[in-house]
């Protein structure tokens, strides 16, 4: 049987589907992938991004820090495409129990999903370190160099940086959905990045879908494998209308 005409089929037999999202979801969106090595942020910065990203980096370094974080982490005008929009319909119908993403653009929430699981946290919430002040991403966006808050403390991203771990509650709900589920879709993810490959033994469920460009380490173990972009392939096996 076709790959897309077996997809159709398991979503129309789920019930119980997760959905595991990565970078992949969101550069059809216009979002790169920050790992994408290009020529670009090599002229502009010393320190690869796993460097500047990570939590003594913040600490010591916090204003370049911020000058990656503005430049490339935030897009504050993508907007969710058909991957997004399929997986939010699935879940209003009630076939769906949500997304563990671990993207922090807050595309999913954007496109309607109710139970998002954030695995690296979200660049819409930022608080001061001193007070714990919430401030949106406004805040971040308009200003210059280290953001402060009113009463003069630092602010920082809600985002997993490297070296921190990540929220025990969002984890801990994480794998109760995925132990819920009787179909698990991980999209747009090779899944070789933590917490990913640890995530995905938890599913007991009947079918693990894969969907990514490029082969994954759980190709071997999945019951399906679509090597397309996920909102196209979602897109076409998705028979109701969304609007898009
Ligand atoms: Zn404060």
């Known amino acids: ?16 589907i997760v959905f595991f999202t990565g970078a992949g979801v969101s550069t059809e969106s216009g979002i ?11 002229q502009k910065y ?5 460097t500047i990203l990570s939590h003594s980096f913040f600490v010591s370094n916090t204003a370049e820090f911020y000058r ?8 504050p005008d993508a907007k969710p495409n058909p991957a997004h929009l399929v997986m939010a319909a699935l879940e209003k119908e009630g076939k769906s129990l949500g997304v563990i993403t671990q993207n922090i653009d807050g595309l999913h929430q954007a496109a309607g999903s109710k139970h ?15 007070c714990g002040k919430f401030h949106p991403l406004e805040k971040i966006k308009e ?20 070296e921190e771990t990540l929220n025990d509650e969002t984890v801990s709900n994480a794998v109760r959905a995925i132990r819920e589920a009787d179909t698990m879709i991980v999209c747009g993810t090779s899944l070789s990045v933590y917490p990913a490959s640890g995530l995905i033994r938890y599913f007991r469920g009947e079918n693990l879908v ?13 019951d399906l494998i679509v090597h397309e972009k996920v909102g196209e392939v979602l897109k076409r096996v998705y028979n109701r209308t969304v609007v898009i």
């Open 116 to 130: 998002v699981y954030e695995l690296h946290g979200s660049i819409l919430r930022n608080y001061c370190q001193k």
């Open 32 to 42: 790169p992938d920050f790992r994408s090595v290009d020529g670009l942020y090599n």
């Open 210 to 222: 894969l969907i990514n460009l490029s082969a994954t380490s759980y190709d071997a173990e999945a």
């Open 68 to 75: 990656f974080y503005r430049d490339k982490m935030i897009y």
């Open 143 to 162: 200003s210059a160099g280290i953001p402060r808050c009113d009463c003069g403390g630092i602010i920082k991203p809600d985002v997993v940086l490297y």
């Open 46 to 50: 010393d320190y690869p991004p796993e």
């Open 1 to 16: 049987m076709e790959a897309l005409e077996r997809l159709r089929e398991i979503l129309e037999t789920s019930s119980r």
